[in-house]
């Protein structure tokens, strides 16, 4: 079937599926899991998965391509595809659906929406294991970037207060079709939510810190209201200099910083 790509869409796809049994070797998930896609596209991922997965659970928001998915999902019954933007998709319901069991994400993300789509599932789900997905390279560099590392920033800080992140493979941007600008990478995140109790609001507070990187952390927490006298006492209290840039911060400190200036 012919296929009218939409860009607004993210629609890079990968047809090669030599290359994606490929990874999912590596990936070496039980046979017994439960794997949610996001993004079927034509749905070639989706039927190397439903071929080895015992109940996969696919996301699509392209109508244009009910005709290949449903031809697909008639040939697995162990395949559902949802018509939804994933972004308006209750995670408490859809985990209802999988029975509360433990389940993995493997997915060829749409670029556009990748950081949402992460930390929705980051915040809102409560039986997601780990994540297997492909994002644009220069994106997996900054969700594992260390401290002080040219890539370390906001999503890095988020991302690992709630998980581990690591890149798994970089993948040439000749795989996909239409050819995007950029190579992209596989990353796996392992969730860990146990780590630390934060909210919603803790994300705000990470991105006010990054607003401007080349600044301190102190003016940054000033232009976002924060009373100068008392950031200042905060920042001693934890043993970090005024002259203090956010990039210098690690994850525990953030979370340190964000508890005691919410509490005051
Ligand atoms: N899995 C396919 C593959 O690897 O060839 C397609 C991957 S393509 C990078 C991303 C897919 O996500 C596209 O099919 C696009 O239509 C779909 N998509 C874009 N935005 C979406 C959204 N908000 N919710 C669900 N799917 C979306």
Same mark, same amino acid.
């Given at each position: 079937?012919?296929?009218?790509?939409?860009?607004?869409?993210?629609? !890079?796809? #990968?047809?090669? +599926? !030599? /290359?994606? =049994?490929?990874?999912?070797?590596?990936?070496?998930?039980?046979?017994?899991? *439960?794997?949610?896609?996001?993004?079927?596209?034509?749905?070639?991922?989706?039927?190397?998965?439903?071929?080895?997965?015992?109940?996969? %659970?696919?996301?699509?928001?392209?109508?244009?391509?009910?005709?290949?998915?449903?031809?697909?999902?008639?040939?697995?019954? =162990?395949?559902?595809?949802?018509?939804?933007?994933?972004?308006?998709? =209750?995670?408490?319901?859809?985990?209802?659906?999988?029975? !509360?069991?433990?389940?993995?994400?493997?997915?060829?993300?749409?670029?556009?929406? *990748?950081?949402?789509?992460?930390?929705?599932?980051?915040?809102?789900?409560?039986?997601?294991?780990?994540?297997?997905?492909? %994002?644009?390279?220069?994106?997996?560099?900054?969700?594992?970037?260390?401290?002080?590392?040219?890539?370390?920033?906001?999503?890095?800080?988020?991302?690992?207060? /709630?998980?581990?992140?690591?890149?798994?493979?970089?993948?040439?941007?000749?795989?996909? +079709?239409?050819?995007?600008?950029?190579?992209?990478?596989?990353?796996?995140?392992?969730?860990?939510?146990?780590?630390?109790?934060?909210?919603?609001?803790?994300?705000?507070? %990470?991105?006010?810190?990054?607003?401007?990187?080349?600044?301190?952390?102190? !003016?940054?927490?000033?232009?976002?209201?924060?009373?100068?006298?008392?950031?200042?006492? #905060?920042?001693?209290?934890?043993?970090?200099?005024? +002259?203090?840039?956010?990039?210098?911060?690690?994850?525990?400190?953030?979370?340190?910083?964000?508890?005691?200036?919410?509490?005051?």
């Amino acid at each position: 079937m012919s296929h009218n790509y939409k860009k607004s869409l993210g629609q !890079n796809f #990968i047809y090669d +599926t !030599n /290359f994606l =049994n490929s990874i999912l070797d590596e990936i070496n998930l039980n046979s017994d899991s *439960t794997v949610v896609e996001i993004g079927a596209g034509m749905g070639t991922l989706t039927q190397c998965l439903a071929s080895r997965f015992k109940r996969v %659970v696919s996301f699509e928001i392209d109508k244009d391509l009910v005709p290949p998915l449903t031809t697909l999902k008639q040939k697995y019954p =162990n395949l559902e595809v949802i018509f939804k933007d994933i972004l308006k998709v =209750n995670i408490l319901d859809l985990e209802k659906n999988l029975d !509360n069991k433990p389940y993995f994400i493997i997915a060829n993300l749409p670029y556009y929406i *990748t950081s949402p789509i992460i930390f929705k599932f980051l915040f809102d789900s409560t039986s997601l294991k780990q994540m297997f997905v492909m %994002v644009q390279k220069e994106v997996g560099d900054r969700f594992c970037a260390s401290v002080s590392s040219k890539d370390y920033g906001a999503s890095s800080v988020i991302l690992n207060t /709630f998980a581990s992140c690591k890149v798994v493979r970089v993948v040439k941007k000749q795989v996909f +079709t239409p050819m995007p600008k950029v190579d992209s990478c596989i990353v796996k995140i392992d969730l860990d939510k146990s780590k630390f109790g934060c909210d919603k609001s803790y994300v705000d507070f %990470v991105y006010k810190c990054f607003q401007m990187k080349r600044k301190t952390l102190i !003016n940054n927490l000033i232009k976002s209201g924060f009373d100068k006298q008392k950031t200042l006492e #905060i920042l001693d209290k934890l043993n970090l200099k005024q +002259t203090t840039r956010p990039e210098e911060l690690n994850v525990e400190h953030f979370v340190s910083l964000y508890q005691i200036l919410h509490k005051n």
